[in-house]
C-alpha cells in the first residue's frame, strides 16, 4: 500500500486508473473473493482521492483501494455476511471503521467474501460459494475472513478489512502468506460489525506487510462513543519502524507446540523464533495452563452469543422472510430454517443450548470462569515475556471441502487463535515460511492488551530480516 | 374456611426521559408510528447500544425513595424471546445485578400504616406494540416504544388483600409521579401493573399456588381482576381442586380472568449478561447527587400538612395528591393563615376548574397570592363568600386581582343598616300576606325574606346585617 501511495505521489500512478484497474481485476478474479464490487461508488471516491493527492494531502490511505469484509456495514451498499438471510440488506448506516476508511479517503473497492455470519474458518460456509487459496486454488483460504486475505494476497487489492472472533483474521491471513492482525478487544468501534459473538468479535486490518497492517490500524483504531465497549484512552499512532528486540524477552509456551501441530508448521514457526533470537532477543519459556480449555470455552461462549445476536433474523422487519407461512410461528421457523445454511443453525442450536434453563451453570457460567482464569493465564505469562508466539494454526491450508462434514475437527484447529479473543490481547499473524508443497505458514505474536506497537513493530523488524511476505502465488 | 390472601405486585413504569434508554430517538407518545425509530431501537444489523444516564438517575431516585440499597455494580442482562413487537429478539434489561434491591413502601390502609417491601428495581427497555386490524389477515408493528426506558418495581409477596394492593399502586404511583419520573398514566400504559396472587388457609405457614395476573389497566381493574381471582382460587380450594400455576388475563369487559400460558408454555429466557454494554459502577458520589434532588415525598408530606396546619388527613389525601397542588396551597398560606379556608378553596374550586378545563395548575390563572387576597375579603366581610364565587370565576377568567373586581362591579357588600333597613321595608310592603303569615307564626319565611333582599341587592348584603334587619323589621 506504502509503496502505491508513493507512486501516487510521484505521479506515476493516477488513483483513478489504478482503481479503474483494481475493479476490472476483480470482476476477472477467479477465486471468488468478492460478493460485491462496487464499481461506481469506487470510482467516485478515487476521483475524490485524486482531488485530495492534488491539493498535496499526505494521508497515505488516499485512493489505495480496499476490500471490507461484507459483515462490516457500508452505507448503500449491500451487507450480506454472506447468507441468505441479509442477501438483499443494504444498511443505512456506516460501521464506524467504514466512516474512518472514507475520512481518510481509501477506496472500498468492494465486499469481500467470508464463512457465513463469520462462523467457519474455510469461507466454505458462504451463500456464493467458497474462496480459494491464491497458492493453490484447491485450497482453502482459511476464514472467516478469507475472501479478504485471499484479495491481498492474490493483489486485487492492497489491503483488508477483516473480523476475528476465534481466528478469523490471523488463521487465513497465515493460509495466504500475508499479515493480520486481531486488535485488543475495544480498540477498534465494533459498531456497525454485523455481531456474532459480541465480547470477542473485533475488526482488524490484513496486508502484506506489519508497516501497511500498522497505518490501516491506526486510521481505524479508536474511541467511539457509539460503541460502551470501546475504551476511552489516548491512542497513540504506531511507529512505522523496526523494533529493536534486543533484550525482548520472547515467550515460548510448549503448549502452542504439542500434539497435532503439523512438523513442517513447528519447523517454519520455530525458525522463525530464532530469526528475533539471533536478533539478540531472549526466548522464555512461558505456561499458559488453562488454554487447553480455550477451544471449549470458546464454542460455549460464542455460541451463546451468537445464539442471541442471531435471534434479530426474524423475517419480520428486514432479511429473508418466507412468505408462504401460514401464521407467525412458522413464519419464524421457515424464515431462518431458509435463511441460514447448516453451520449457522449448528451454532445458534449450540448456543440456544448452553443458555438453557438447567445447563447454564454447567456450560455458560462454567466457561465464563475459565475465561477468567486464561485471562488470569496470560497476565502471569506477560509478568514473564513481552511477546509470546507460536504458530497461528496447526496445519497449513487444507482442501476447500476437507473438513466440511467434520466440525469438531475443524473447531480443534482453532487451537492457537481463540485465546487471544477471550483474553481480548492484541495478536498479529506474519508470514513465516513455506511448507514443502509451497503454502504459507504463519505464526502468531501476542502481546498484552493496547501492545499493537510491540506486535507491529516486532513484526517490521522480522520481515526487515525475512523475505517470506514478499512471495506472490 | 377462612383464607390468607397473598399478593405481590410487579409493577412497570415508563420513564419521562426525554430519548429512550439505548439510542437517541425521542420517547414522545402518540406520534405516527414508526417516526421515533433508528436502527439501534429497530435491532438493526450491527448496531449498538449506549446507555442513557438519565434513566440511571431516575432508578436512584426511585430507589432512594423507597429505601432501597442501591447497587454498586450493575449488570445488563438479555433476555430472549420471539415476538414481533422485540426487534432484537432479545429485551435489554437487568437480572442477577438489580440497580436497587431490599427496599419498602409504607401505606395506609383502613387508618392503619402497612410496611410493603420491595424486592428489586430494575431497568430495561420497552418492546414495540402491535396494532391489529380485524379487516386484514395481518398485524402492524409500531417500533416509537421501542427502547423506552421502564423501571420495573417488584414487590415482597406482602400484601393480604386487595386494598392493600390498590393502596400500595396509588401509593407508588404518587410517589413516582412526585419524583417526576414517570406520568402515572395507567391507560395509555406509562403505569403498568402484574400481580402474583394465592390464598392459603389461614394461619397456613406455606404458600398456596400462585398465579400471575396480566392486563390490569385501571385501579378498577386491579381491584376487579384481583378480587375474581381470589375467589376463583377459593372456590377451587373448597371443591378440593388445585390451582394451577399459571399466567391468566384479565378480560375486563367479562369481568373475569383467563389463561394466558401455562406453566409448561412458560417461556425460558436463557438470560446471560449483555454482553454489548459494560458493566455500570454506581459509586457514592452519584447516589449523593441525585439524593440532593429528592423533593419531599408524598407521605412525608401529608403527615406534615396535618401536623403543621392542623388540617384533616382528608384534605391532607386530596392536597398532596399532587406535588403542585400541594405547593399551591403552601403558596398561599404565605399569604394568608387561614389553612383551612384555603384547603376548602382548592379542594372545591380549583380543583374543579382544573378538571373541567383538564388543564395544569402551572396554566391556571389565579395565583395563590390572587386566591389568598380573594379569602381575606371574605374574612373581612368585604364580600360574602356567595359574591366570592363570582370573584373567583372572573379572576379565572380575567386574571384580575380580586380587589379590582370588586371594584370594577361594585361588588361590595352593603354593610350600611340604613340603606338595608330602607329595602327591607320597601319588600315588607310589597308582600303583605307573608308578613302576616310570619307574624302568625310561619317563621320560616324569614328565608323568603332575606332571599328578596338579598335579590334586590343582587347578593351584596351582608348576610348577617340582613338578617338581623329584617327579623327587627317583622318582630319589632
Known amino acids: ?473 | 374456611m377462612d383464607y390468607d390472601v397473598v399478593i405481590g405486585l410487579e409493577v412497570h413504569i415508563q420513564l419521562l426521559t426525554d430519548t429512550k434508554i439505548f439510542c437517541g430517538c425521542s420517547t414522545r407518545f402518540g406520534d405516527a408510528p414508526n417516526t421515533n425509530v433508528c436502527p439501534v431501537c429497530l435491532g438493526m444489523p450491527g448496531v449498538l447500544p449506549v446507555l442513557n444516564e438519565k434513566v440511571v438517575d431516575f432508578g436512584i431516585k426511585l430507589g432512594l425513595a423507597t429505601n432501597s440499597t442501591i447497587s454498586e455494580k450493575n449488570i445488563f442482562a438479555r433476555k430472549n424471546y420471539f415476538y414481533p413487537d422485540l426487534p432484537k429478539g432479545y429485551q435489554i434489561t437487568q437480572y442477577d445485578y438489580p440497580l436497587c434491591q431490599k427496599g419498602f413502601l409504607d401505606i395506609d390502609v383502613d387508618g392503619r400504616t402497612k410496611r410493603i417491601g420491595i424486592t428489586r428495581i430494575h431497568m430495561e427497555e420497552d418492546a414495540g406494540k402491535l396494532i391489529h386490524d380485524e379487516r386484514q389477515d395481518f398485524s402492524y408493528v409500531d417500533f416509537n416504544r421501542s427502547g423506552v426506558p421502564l423501571l420495573e418495581i417488584v414487590s415482597e409477596p406482602d400484601m393480604s388483600s386487595t386494598s392493600d394492593a390498590v393502596a400500595y399502586l396509588k401509593e407508588l404511583r404518587q410517589l413516582v409521579m412526585y419524583l417526576g419520573i414517570c406520568d402515572g398514566n395507567m391507560e395509555q400504559g406509562s403505569f403498568r401493573c402484574d400481580a402474583n396472587i394465592s390464598v392459603k388457609p389461614k394461619g397456613a405457614s406455606d404458600y398456596g399456588i400462585r398465579t400471575e395476573l396480566k392486563n390490569m389497566n385501571s385501579f378498577r381493574n386491579v381491584q376487579n381482576a384481583l378480587e375474581y381471582e381470589i375467589s376463583r382460587h377459593v372456590n377451587l380450594l373448597e371443591e378440593g381442586k388445585q390451582v394451577e400455576q399459571e399466567t391468566r388475563l384479565w378480560d375486563a369487559n367479562a369481568g373475569l380472568t383467563r389463561t394466558m400460558r401455562t406453566k409448561e408454555e412458560s417461556h425460558d429466557y436463557r438470560y446471560f449478561p449483555e454482553p454489548d454494554l459494560i458493566p455500570l459502577v454506581v459509586d457514592a458520589a452519584w447516589v449523593e447527587r441525585i439524593r440532593k434532588t429528592l423533593p419531599e415525598l408524598p407521605r412525608e408530606k401529608r403527615y406534615r400538612f396535618v401536623k403543621d396546619y392542623g388540617i384533616p388527613m382528608y384534605d391532607a389525601e386530596v392536597l398532596t395528591q399532587q406535588r403542585d397542588i400541594a405547593d399551591y396551597f403552601e403558596a398561599c398560606l404565605k399569604f394568608i393563615d387561614a389553612p383551612k379556608d384555603v384547603s376548602n378553596w382548592i379542594m372545591t374550586e380549583v380543583l374543579r376548574v382544573l378538571k373541567e378545563e383538564s388543564i395544569d395548575i402551572a396554566e391556571f390563572n389565579i395565583t395563590p397570592k390572587m386566591l389568598s387576597d380573594m379569602i381575606t375579603l371574605i374574612k373581612k366581610g368585604v364580600i360574602s363568600g356567595k359574591i366570592a364565587k363570582g370573584v373567583f370565576e372572573d379572576m379565572h377568567r380575567t386574571g384580575k386581582d380580586p380587589s379590582l373586581i370588586v371594584k370594577e362591579k361594585g361588588l361590595l357588600q352593603i354593610m350600611d343598616e340604613g340603606v338595608l333597613k330602607d329595602k327591607a321595608k320597601a319588600i315588607l310592603d310589597a308582600h303583605p300576606k307573608e308578613v302576616k303569615s310570619y307574624k302568625d307564626g310561619k317563621k320560616q319565611l324569614l328565608g323568603f325574606f332575606i332571599g328578596q333582599l338579598m335579590k334586590e341587592t343582587k347578593g351584596r348584603a351582608n348576610p348577617k346585617l340582613a338578617n338581623k334587619v329584617i327579623k327587627g323589621l317583622l318582630e319589632g
Not at chain 1, 448503500?76 to 448506516?93: D, E, H, K, Q
Not at chain 1, 474462496?131 to 478469507?146: H, I, L, V, Y
Open chain 1, 1 to 473: 500500500m506504502l509503496d502505491i501511495a508513493r507512486r501516487y505521489r510521484r505521479d506515476a500512478l493516477s488513483p483513478v486508473d489504478h482503481v479503474r484497474n483494481a475493479i476490472q481485476r476483480a470482476h476477472d478474479d477467479e477465486l471468488n473473493v468478492f460478493i460485491t464490487i462496487d464499481d461506481e461508488g469506487a470510482l467516485l471516491s478515487a476521483e475524490k482521492a485524486q482531488e485530495r493527492i492534488r491539493n498535496r494531502e499526505e494521508n497515505p490511505l488516499l485512493g489505495i483501494p480496499i476490500g471490507v469484509k461484507d459483515n462490516i456495514c457500508t452505507k448503500g451498499l449491500r451487507t450480506t455476511c454472506a447468507s441468505n438471510m441479509l442477501s438483499n440488506f443494504v444498511p443505512p448506516y456506516d460501521a464506524f471503521v467504514v466512516e474512518m476508511l472514507k475520512k481518510n479517503g481509501a477506496v472500498i473497492l468492494g465486499k469481500t467474501n467470508m464463512d457465513e455470519f463469520a462462523m467457519g474458518s474455510t469461507t466454505a460456509t458462504s451463500n456464493i460459494g467458497p474462496s480459494r487459496n491464491p497458492w493453490d486454488t484447491e485450497k482453502t483460504p482459511g476464514g472467516s475472513s478469507g475472501g479478504s486475505a485471499a484479495a491481498v494476497a492474490a493483489g486485487l487489492c492492497a489491503v483488508a478489512l477483516g473480523s476475528d472472533t476465534g481466528g478469523s483474521i490471523r488463521q487465513p491471513a497465515s493460509f495466504c502468506g500475508v499479515t493480520g492482525l486481531k486488535p485488543t478487544y475495544g480498540s477498534v468501534s465494533r459498531f456497525g460489525l454485523v455481531a456474532f459473538a459480541s465480547s470477542l468479535d473485533q475488526i482488524g486490518p490484513i496486508a502484506r506487510t506489519a508497516l501497511d497492517v500498522a497505518v490501516l490500524y491506526d486510521a481505524i483504531k479508536g474511541y467511539d462513543p457509539k460503541d460502551s465497549t470501546s475504551v476511552n484512552m489516548d491512542y497513540r499512532p504506531i511507529a512505522l519502524d523496526e523494533l529493536d528486540v534486543k533484550g525482548l524477552r520472547i515467550g515460548v509456551p510448549p503448549v502452542f507446540f504439542g500434539e497435532g501441530l503439523d512438523p513442517e508448521v513447528e519447523k517454519a514457526v520455530r525458525e522463525g523464533v530464532s530469526v528475533f533470537k539471533e536478533l539478540g532477543a531472549d526466548i522464555v519459556e512461558v505456561e499458559l495452563p488453562h488454554i487447553r480449555y480455550g477451544v471449549a470455552v470458546y464454542y460455549i461462549v460464542a455460541t451463546a452469543e451468537a445464539s442471541s445476536n442471531l435471534a434479530r433474523y426474524d423475517g419480520v422487519r428486514y432479511g429473508w422472510r418466507d412468505k408462504e407461512s401460514k401464521d407467525l410461528f412458522e413464519m419464524y421457523v421457515n424464515s431462518r430454517s431458509k435463511g441460514f445454511n447448516d453451520e449457522v443453525k449448528r451454532r445458534i442450536m449450540l448456543g440456544t443450548y448452553v443458555l438453557s434453563a438447567g445447563y447454564y451453570d454447567q456450560y455458560y457460567e462454567k466457561a465464563s470462569r475459565v475465561r477468567t482464569l486464561i485471562i488470569y493465564d496470560f497476565r502471569e505469562a506477560f509478568k514473564a515475556c513481552d511477546i509470546i508466539m507460536g504458530p497461528t494454526t496447526p496445519t497449513p491450508p487444507f482442501g476447500i471441502y476437507d473438513m466440511l462434514d467434520d466440525p469438531l475437527s475443524l473447531y480443534l484447529l482453532d487451537i492457537y487463535t481463540v485465546p487471544a479473543n477471550l483474553a481480548g490481547l492484541p495478536a498479529l499473524s506474519i508470514p513465516c515460511g513455506f511448507t514443502s508443497s509451497g503454502l504459507p505458514v504463519g505464526m502468531q505474536l501476542m502481546a498484552p492488551a493496547f501492545r499493537e506497537d510491540l506486535l507491529l513493530g516486532a513484526g517490521m523488524t522480522f520481515q526487515a530480516h525475512t523475505r517470506f511476505h514478499e512471495e506472490r502465488p
